[in-house]
């Protein structure tokens, strides 16, 4: 009976202190600066196809970790007639638990059945254009033209 209580408390103690480390990463073996480091010269994939992203903001408001932010363009892209992208978002990867509720929510995927224009893990431009998606033509909705 004793060999039972003692496994027990063995794995309350290690389920205790794993649990520390994730919520307030306590023991931390390298720190945000330290791993800063580390990923400076690392190029990081793309999370973002921005052309093909009609900027509606779906994946910023399903991100239950606040990782997303949507970010002004330099320049407004008509993409209709009632229908101008000003935004796109921005994956904060430090934020970002890969949940994949961006990638399964973009409405390019969802409406209009075409590759997402989000992933957390990295995207492979589709070229695909969020002009096309509502029959604009370049010459028509050019960048700026808004």
Request: net charge positive.
């Amino acid at each position: 009976m004793e060999h039972i209580k003692n496994a027990v408390k063995l794995i309350l103690k290690g389920a205790c202190k794993n649990l520390a480390r994730m919520l307030f990463a306590k023991d931390r073996l390298t720190d945000m600066k330290i791993r800063r480091e580390i990923m400076r010269g690392l190029q990081e994939p793309l999370l973002v196809d921005e052309e093909a992203c009609i900027g509606c903001g779906v994946c910023k408001h399903v991100c239950p970790t606040g990782a997303i932010t949507m970010v002004p363009l330099d320049k407004p892209v008509k993409l209709s007639e009632n229908r101008i992208k000003t935004h796109v978002p921005h994956i904060d990867r430090e934020k970002c638990v890969l949940c994949f509720y961006c990638h399964d929510s973009c409405l390019v995927l969802t409406a209009y059945h075409k590759p997402s224009a989000i992933h957390p893990r990295g995207i492979v431009i589709s070229g695909n254009s969020a002009r096309d998606f509502f029959g604009v033509k370049k010459s028509e909705g050019g960048e700026g033209n808004a």
